[in-house]
């Protein structure tokens, strides 16, 4: 999440330096929840003196409204076609987020255009 939201800064340095103003607050996606709270909440416990650092960094950002972590369900992941193996409900449901929904129509209407040449 830190090398995230420092590489989000860079692109938001990058435009300003061309002139493009972006002032809206940048989603960050994230799949942990726990993430979420800790950065959501000041408190730190014994636990998290490891991450103290980059929490701070994430804190900040989140509290100057430059980044706004949101909570990403394990249904609504896109990485997880491409880094595991998925029910048939699910691999379905994300080919078609991917507006990937009826391969085999896309292949016979790619067949359609090479048969034609």
């Given at each position: 999440m830190t090398a995230v939201t420092g590489e989000l800064k860079q692109l938001k340095g990058l435009l300003h330096s061309l002139g493009i103003s972006h002032s809206q607050t940048m989603r960050l996606h994230?799949?942990?929840?726990?993430?979420?709270?800790?950065?959501?909440n000041p408190v730190f416990h014994e636990h998290t003196k490891h991450i103290q650092v980059d929490c701070h960094f994430i804190r900040?950002?989140?509290?100057?409204?430059?980044?706004?972590?949101t909570y990403v369900s394990t249904h609504a992941r896109l990485a997880d076609i491409f880094t595991k193996a998925?029910?048939?409900?699910?691999?379905?449901?994300?080919?078609?987020?991917?507006?990937?929904?009826?391969?085999?129509?896309?292949l016979e209407k790619g067949n359609d255009i090479m048969m034609r040449y």
């Amino acid at each position: 999440m830190t090398a995230v939201t420092g590489e989000l800064k860079q692109l938001k340095g990058l435009l300003h330096s061309l002139g493009i103003s972006h002032s809206q607050t940048m989603r960050l996606h994230c799949d942990s929840q726990a993430v979420l709270h800790i950065v959501k909440n000041p408190v730190f416990h014994e636990h998290t003196k490891h991450i103290q650092v980059d929490c701070h960094f994430i804190r900040d950002e989140y509290l100057t409204d430059n980044i706004a972590p949101t909570y990403v369900s394990t249904h609504a992941r896109l990485a997880d076609i491409f880094t595991k193996a998925l029910g048939p409900t699910q691999f379905t449901s994300l080919l078609c987020k991917l507006e990937i929904c009826n391969l085999d129509a896309q292949l016979e209407k790619g067949n359609d255009i090479m048969m034609r040449y």
